[in-house]
C-alpha cells in the first residue's frame, strides 16, 4: 500500500509533458515569410499572468524595431526613442484604447499597458512612413516568423489547441495542431 501511494505522489508531482510547435509559414504576395505571429488561442479555463518585465520596442533609423511584436493580454511595452529626432507613439485602434503616447526625445522612453487581446498597428505622428505592431495575445505560446517563414515556439504543454497566423499585411490562417513533444505545423497565407 505504502509503495502505491508513493507511487502516486511521484507520478502527481511530476510536471506536465511540454514540447514545441515548429514550422515554416509560407507568405505569399509579400517580399518575404518574415513578421507573422504564429501562436495558440485562447485555452479554456486557462489565464496567464503578464510577465513582470516590460517588452520594448526600438524607435532607431525611423523604424520601430522590433516591426511585429507578440506579447502576452497585459503586458508594458516601453517605447524607447534612439534617434536624434523626436518620434511619437500612437495606435488608432479602438482595443488598444487608441492611445498617444505624446512626443518625446532621444534617450527617453515611455510606456503603455495592452490590457485587451488586440492586434494593434504602431505609427508615429511626426514620421508617417513608421509603421509597427503590437499583437496582445491569450498565451504565452507564440513565435513572430524569421524572413523565411520558420518559427519555433518553445514549452507547450502537450494537448490539442487551436493554432493562428496573423500577419500584417496578409489573410489569418488557423488549424488544430496536437502537441505531443516535438510538433511541425506548417501554414500558408495570402492576400
Known amino acids: 500500500m505504502k509503495a502505491a501511494i508513493a507511487?502516486?505522489?511521484a507520478f502527481v508531482a511530476l510536471p506536465l509533458m511540454a514540447g514545441d510547435i515548429h514550422g515554416k509559414v509560407a507568405a505569399h504576395g509579400v517580399r518575404n515569410s518574415a513578421d507573422a505571429i504564429v501562436y495558440v488561442d485562447k485555452i479554456a479555463g486557462k489565464t496567464f499572468p503578464p510577465p513582470a518585465?516590460?517588452?520594448?520596442?526600438?524607435?532607431?533609423n525611423m523604424?520601430?524595431?522590433p516591426k511585429v511584436l507578440a506579447v502576452v493580454t497585459g503586458t508594458t511595452v516601453e517605447f524607447l526613442n534612439s534617434d536624434a529626432v523626436l518620434?511619437?507613439?500612437?495606435?488608432?485602434?479602438?482595443?488598444?484604447?487608441?492611445?498617444?503616447?505624446g512626443t518625446w526625445p532621444q534617450g527617453q522612453s515611455k510606456s503603455f499597458t495592452f490590457k485587451k487581446e488586440c492586434f494593434a498597428s504602431l505609427l508615429c505622428k511626426v514620421h508617417s512612413e513608421m509603421e509597427g505592431y503590437v499583437a496582445a495575445l491569450p498565451t504565452p505560446y507564440f513565435a513572430v516568423t524569421a524572413a523565411d517563414g520558420s518559427y519555433d515556439i518553445k514549452d507547450v504543454p502537450d494537448g490539442t489547441y487551436t493554432v493562428k497566423v496573423w500577419h500584417?499585411?496578409?489573410k489569418a490562417a488557423t488549424k488544430s495542431?496536437?502537441?505531443k513533444g516535438a510538433t511541425e505545423a506548417d501554414f500558408?497565407?495570402?492576400k
Open 87 to 101: 518620434h511619437n507613439v500612437f495606435s488608432p485602434d479602438a482595443c488598444a484604447d487608441k492611445f498617444n503616447l
Open 53 to 60: 518585465a516590460h517588452a520594448k520596442i526600438d524607435q532607431k
Open 7 to 9: 507511487s502516486l505522489i
Open 177 to 179: 495542431v496536437t502537441v
Open 168 to 170: 500584417p499585411k496578409l
Open 63 to 65: 523604424q520601430f524595431t
Open 188 to 190: 500558408q497565407i495570402a
